[in-house]
């Protein structure tokens, strides 16, 4: 079953706007981490962030978390046609054998268009 | 350096058949983990593997089975195919080990898309 939820499910926005993407989850986490998978293709590793930070930030994305609330968002500075893609946030868990596993909400697909 | 690898890229196989996906981590990394990606679904844990011993299962049946050798790559075997299988089958690799490293991102390939006729 899936861990997380992205709202919206879908956001179409024009070049140079900015992007929200939210995503809520039920379980105590360790990290919380962002993908982005264009059509067809492989996900991305866009930025990891641990239960005990607040914000971060790479080039044009920065990432919240609220552990409080059990959400996180992503929000994309001054979008462009290439950020198309569909974006992802996943939890960070263990298996029952004590290693590393992701749980993956079902996406936000953004359009940018130009 | 080359990023994860897996092959075929595409895959028709018709109901009953069995597969092998296989997968390529990038150099130095040991763990290998499998997802299945439905259409406008998020990926859904199937299998981790580590120093080739199974570490962790989704919620799979036993249909869906895996091994890692001793290069670290893997390979994803689903017998008596159904309908249902009909995914995008993505293998990520980590340098991810123990509890004290989980804070690690995972490396996704293109996937291996499979169709059940």
């Known amino acids: 079953s899936q861990q997380g939820e992205e709202d919206p499910q879908a956001l179409s926005i024009q070049e140079g706007e900015n992007a929200t993407m939210n995503c809520s989850y039920k379980?105590?986490?360790?990290?919380l981490q962002w993908y982005r998978q264009n059509s067809g293709r492989g996900l991305v590793h866009l930025i990891l962030?641990?239960?005990?930070?607040r914000e971060k930030h790479s080039g044009r994305l920065r990432v919240t978390l609220d552990t409080s609330k059990k959400s996180s968002s992503l929000l994309i500075t001054a979008s462009r046609a290439a950020d198309t893609a569909s974006y992802f946030c996943?939890?960070?868990?263990?298996?029952?054998?004590?290693?590393?596993?992701?749980?993956f909400g079902a996406g936000t697909r953004l359009a940018v268009h130009p | 350096d080359a990023g994860v690898t897996q092959s075929p890229t595409h895959l028709i196989k018709t109901r009953g058949q069995h597969v092998t996906l296989r997968c390529s981590p990038i150099?130095?990394?040991?763990?290998v983990s499998w997802y299945q990606q439905v259409l406008g679904q998020g990926p859904q844990f199937i299998f981790q593997?580590?120093?080739?011993?199974?570490?962790g299962r989704g919620n799979f049946p036993d249909r869906f089975s895996a091994r890692q050798f001793p290069n670290y790559s893997s390979e994803l075997n689903v017998n008596a195919l159904l309908l249902g299988d009909s995914a995008l089958y993505l293998c990520?690799?980590?340098?991810?080990?123990?509890?004290?490293?989980?804070?690690?991102?995972?490396?996704f390939g293109d996937g291996t898309r499979l169709s059940i006729l």
């Open positions: 150099s130095g990394h040991k763990s």
């Open positions: 996943a939890t960070g868990a263990l298996t029952s054998g004590g290693y590393n596993k992701l749980i």
């Open positions: 593997y580590y120093e080739k011993e199974e570490r």
């Open positions: 990520a690799s980590s340098l991810a080990r123990v509890q004290g490293q989980r804070n690690q991102p995972q490396h």
């Open positions: 379980t105590s986490i360790n990290n």
């Open positions: 962030i641990r239960s005990n930070e």
